[in-house]
């Protein structure tokens, strides 16, 4: 009776080795079939962390997104200062021969005339519009994964009028409206660099634990695949063992 205890108690380890490694098998064809290593209760602390980070990494690109939208946004106010600053230079230069005493009469209402539909382009161009929002006005971007803001854009838009002293004065409100767009996109560019790095080493570190190894998942694979077929031959084995015991006993 020892003997055949023993056998059964042989029988059952090589049945307990047989579902281990079973599982094992399982969990390392699970991670190669998806390239998740933190599946089948793996590591949980880790894929926490790990979820965190691709969290954050996917709210950085966001950020970075934001910024390149501001860059456009800039680019164009940009343009739209020059274009007013190029017909604010012919207002001052219109302004300036209109003083002059040589003129006749219908002399200064041509003059006057171009004067007015400059003015008029200008106000339009000035009025121009991106999604809705004024072009020439100052603008809230989000910049950074917690969602912190980058106020950029002209502070003051220009408004172009006839006469020297105006044109002088609009010409500065011009040119600061310019310093300011200059100054928030190279701002945005750098805000955008930090992002797009944040973004992949957040990425990359999050990989790192969340990503399976398939070296070492192969060779537990193959690993478990042996044990696994080792353990049903010893199962047999034991069976056999048994049944000669009883083939004795009859």
Not at 39 to 56: E, L
Not at 93 to 100: D, N, P, W
Not at 168 to 184: F, N, P
Not at 219 to 227: E, G, K, P, V
């Amino acid at each position: 009776m020892t003997t055949f205890s023993s056998f059964s108690v042989g029988a059952q380890f090589a049945v307990d080795s047989a579902f281990k490694s079973r599982r094992s098998m399982a969990a390392a064809i699970a991670r190669l079939s998806t390239g998740e290593r933190t599946i089948h209760g793996s590591d949980p602390a880790g894929a926490s962390v790990a979820d965190s980070m691709r969290s954050q990494a996917r709210s950085a690109a966001v950020a970075a997104r934001n910024s390149e939208n501001g860059i456009s946004f800039l680019i164009s106010a940009e343009s739209i200062l020059m274009e007013l600053a190029t017909l604010n230079t012919r207002l001052r230069e219109l302004a300036v021969q209109k003083t002059s005493g040589l003129l006749q009469t219908a002399e200064i209402n041509a003059i006057t005339t171009e004067e007015n539909a400059i003015i008029l382009a200008a106000d339009k161009i000035a009025e121009t519009e991106l999604n809705d929002v004024d072009i020439l006005s100052e603008v809230s971007i989000a910049i950074s994964v917690p969602g912190t803001l980058a106020h950029v854009g002209a502070t003051s838009k220009p408004e172009l009028a006839s006469g020297v002293t105006n044109v002088d004065t609009q010409m500065a409100k011009i040119q600061k409206a310019l310093g300011e767009v200059s100054a928030g996109i190279n701002a945005l560019k750098g805000h955008q660099s930090n992002m797009f790095s944040y973004a992949s080493n957040a990425d990359a570190a999050a990989s790192r634990i969340l990503d399976t190894d398939f070296a070492r998942e192969s060779s537990i694979l193959a690993q478990s695949s042996i044990l696994n077929q080792s353990a049903l031959a010893m199962v047999a084995q034991a069976n056999r063992a048994q049944a000669t015991l009883l083939t004795l006993l009859e």
